[in-house]
């Protein structure tokens, strides 16, 4: 392999790589066993929304609504929680939720032939003001069950559930993408939606399954952050729409450039929180984060273009 195409694969894991060597060095305390675990804890969050959006955009369609979603099965686990139904029936209500908005984003796409823009934009909405009505504006917080803040704070030794958790679901999606039939053909639908339908590949269903995986990915998400921070807000995963977008398209840029991939995905919600975390440690101003979000989505989406063109406009 030419060093062009080292660059071209594996460059921004190499740049990741620097990173995390440079705030070992300069950043204090960035080293240490508690901040690293913090660090992986975060981005298992990340992780976990963004491989939904990642799943989403490898089918040619965007859901813009997978943070909205996720504060939304949030509160309906908080607010169930709260009136004592067993904690298992919310988790199940929560993820149910999650899964409804994404077959209803395939619904729309597919049926209704509404760009997934407009459409996931629009889903987006009504969830925002759902919870907002569910919670009145009030976040629910209490001292809830043990065992189900075992999901979110719990330790296996010690390692972080939602870290070992997330490893599992991070194989079961790269297993899925790229080791099954469906993977291929959800593939194949995002590169050449016609090609594919011409080859008997079942296109509708294919879409319809990857903004069902995104909801339910923000379905999982909200369990677990419901359960870390022992409480639930309407707008508490606001903060990953970017982030996971970002990550996604962090993760466009190597591995197989210019193609959304999971494991491609992982690694960019990881150099996120990385980047985050050292420059909070080594002292930067809030909005430096930001400055630097806007650039990685601005430099990812100059590789990938074509990609979200026609996934945001595709009639």
């Not at 803040?149 to 330790?155: P, Q, S, T």
């Not at 194989?171 to 959800?186: F, I, S, W």
């Not at 399954?209 to 309407?234: K, R």
């Not at 002292?283 to 026609?310: E, N, T």
């Amino acid at each position: 392999m030419s060093l062009k195409s080292v660059i071209e694969v594996y460059g921004t894991l190499l740049a990741g790589l620097a990173l995390f060597v440079f705030l070992l060095i300069f950043a204090d305390n960035f080293s240490s066993a508690a901040n690293l675990l913090n660090v992986l804890k975060q981005a298992s969050f990340l992780s976990i929304l963004a491989i939904g959006f990642t799943f989403a955009l490898i089918t040619s369609e965007l859901d813009l609504s997978f943070a909205n979603v996720c504060s939304l099965s949030a509160v309906v686990i908080g607010s169930l929680i709260s009136i004592d139904v067993a904690w298992p029936v919310a988790v199940c209500a929560g993820i149910a939720v999650g899964v409804s908005a994404g077959l209803l984003n395939g619904f729309l796409v597919t049926m209704l032939k509404v760009p997934s823009l407009i459409s996931t934009l629009g889903t987006a909405s009504v969830a925002n003001g759902l919870a907002f009505m569910i919670t009145g504006g009030v976040a629910f917080v209490g001292r809830w069950d043990a065992n189900f803040l075992y999901l979110g704070r719990g330790k296996i030794g010690p390692v972080p559930v939602i870290i070992l958790f997330t490893m599992v679901l991070i194989l079961v999606a790269v297993v899925l993408y790229t080791q099954t039939r469906t993977g291929v053909h959800m593939q194949a639908t995002g590169e050449n939606e016609e090609a594919a339908r011409r080859s008997g590949i079942n296109t509708r269903s294919c879409k319809i399954l990857g903004l069902t995986l995104a909801g339910l990915a923000a379905g999982i998400t909200a369990v677990f952050l419901v359960a870390n921070l022992s409480s639930a807000a309407p707008q508490m995963a606001g903060d990953f729409l970017l982030n996971g977008i970002a990550a996604t398209l962090l993760g466009m840029t190597m591995f197989t450039p210019a193609k959304p991939n999971i494991l491609g995905t992982v690694v960019g919600a990881l150099i996120i929180v990385i980047l985050s975390n050292g420059l909070v440690l080594l002292g930067a101003q809030y909005y430096i984060q930001d400055i630097m979000l806007g650039i990685i989505i601005i430099a990812s989406v100059a590789v990938s273009a074509s990609v979200l063109k026609r996934a945001a406009f595709a009639l």
